[in-house]
């Protein structure tokens, strides 16, 4: 694959932008999913998004369920497979090579085995060739390292999917993925290193170097679990959204500002991020944060094993969450489609109060709550979910 060299001078730098840089700065932008980055702290957004998980859906290899092993995931097949269902978004990793490519990969290390032995790989320390040549090749006749991957729980196991696909560049994404197809960038760094701003920055405009030269009008939110990587990019760049990622206080991490939604929300106005994704949990145990996330002008998606539940997506419907990242692309995308959206799209559209073959526009949803229903559900669903 021929790759372009490029100067990282040529992408913005923090000495380019001021500390308390104003949202001022921000264009207005409108695509074909209809976002909106305004003038202001926040940027609209006017539907309920359902994002793709890694594209298709990530990879369990230890589940049950062949949906989790259907498509290798963060691939360019995986992206594509996503893409014929209706959804927004595809959700991907991206971290940058040590000869500065941007490529798409979730864990931090790669696992192959060599003459018997298990070897790791950290990816950040591979150049693109080495990245490469893991997985299947897209040469005829060439064989790439074949892929092992750690589990949760420490064990090591054979990357085996249902259709296996060639690992893939940030700008093979752009070039090779259905155009009108949302991404969702998450900013991948490892939990347990402790970054050099200087590091953060480098890795930070290699990946915008690509975005400018290859997104052209295709819808971008950037998000990250990494507090400093998502305010530094918000001030690197003035094109696209910045969201903070959360486990939403479901698991305790060394930086106190990734420990609960409240937290996340101070990131978010402290360093004028336009929203929140949190795990899906993390809402349901803490519903009275969500008013508090969108008084603050903020855009608040989820992730998360739940989200794959119909009935649990529907439920954040209700509650003003503006979109779930999900695993399960085909059934809850239909389901967003049976439950969320009307049957009328010009009755919609113009806000009218309409029926449709004798039935209100309203009945078409299968499920339905009153004000009062809905609030004894917020109270319960804390108290379930605890295990």
Request: charged share 25%; with cysteine.
């Amino acid at each position: 694959m021929a790759l372009k060299a490029v100067h990282v001078s040529d992408v913005p730098n923090l000495d380019q932008v001021q500390e308390n840089a104003s949202l001022s700065l921000y264009s207005t932008r409108f695509n074909s999913k209809g976002l909106e980055l305004s003038r202001t702290t926040s940027f609209r957004i006017p539907k309920f998004l359902v994002i793709g998980h890694r594209g298709h859906g990530m990879n369990i290899l230890q589940s049950s369920d062949s949906r989790m092993k259907a498509i290798k995931e963060n691939s360019i097949l995986s992206f594509n497979s996503a893409a014929k269902f209706p959804i927004d978004f595809i959700e991907f990793d991206v971290q940058v090579t040590k000869d500065d490519c941007p490529v798409i990969f979730h864990d931090d290390v790669i696992l192959s085995e060599e003459n018997g032995t298990i070897f790791e790989k950290r990816v950040t320390e591979l150049c693109l060739a080495e990245f490469l040549c893991y997985g299947p090749q897209k040469e005829t006749g060439k064989e790439g390292k074949f892929l092992w991957r750690k589990t949760k729980d420490g064990k090591i196991v054979k990357w085996n999917v249902e259709i296996d696909a060639p690992l893939c560049t940030l700008e093979e994404a752009f070039q090779k993925v259905e155009p009108s197809l949302g991404f969702n960038i998450e900013l991948k760094f490892d939990d347990h290193i402790v970054y050099q701003q200087e590091h953060l920055i480098h890795a930070l405009q290699a990946i915008l170097q690509v975005v400018f030269e290859f997104a052209k009008d295709r819808p971008i939110i950037f998000s990250s679990f990494h507090p400093d990587a998502a305010q530094l990019v918000r001030k690197l760049q003035n094109n696209y959204p910045v969201l903070f990622l959360t486990n939403g206080g479901n698991e305790i991490y060394y930086d106190v500002r990734r420990n609960s939604l409240e937290e996340a929300l101070k990131v978010c106005l402290e360093g004028g991020l336009q929203g929140i994704v949190s795990e899906v949990k993390g809402i349901f145990r803490n519903p009275s944060a969500v008013p508090k996330i969108k008084e603050s002008k903020l855009s608040l998606l989820t992730y998360g094993k739940l989200n794959n539940v119909p009935e649990a997506v529907y439920m954040q419907h209700l509650m003003g969450i503006e979109g779930v990242i999900v695993d399960l692309v085909h059934e809850i995308s239909k389901a967003v489609g049976d439950m969320i959206k009307p049957a009328n799209p010009i009755v919609a559209e113009e806000g009218l109060s309409s029926e449709v073959n004798g039935e209100s526009n309203e009945a078409n949803s299968k499920l339905q709550f009153s004000q009062q229903e809905l609030s004894f559900l917020l109270k319960l669903i804390p108290e379930l979910i605890q295990h």
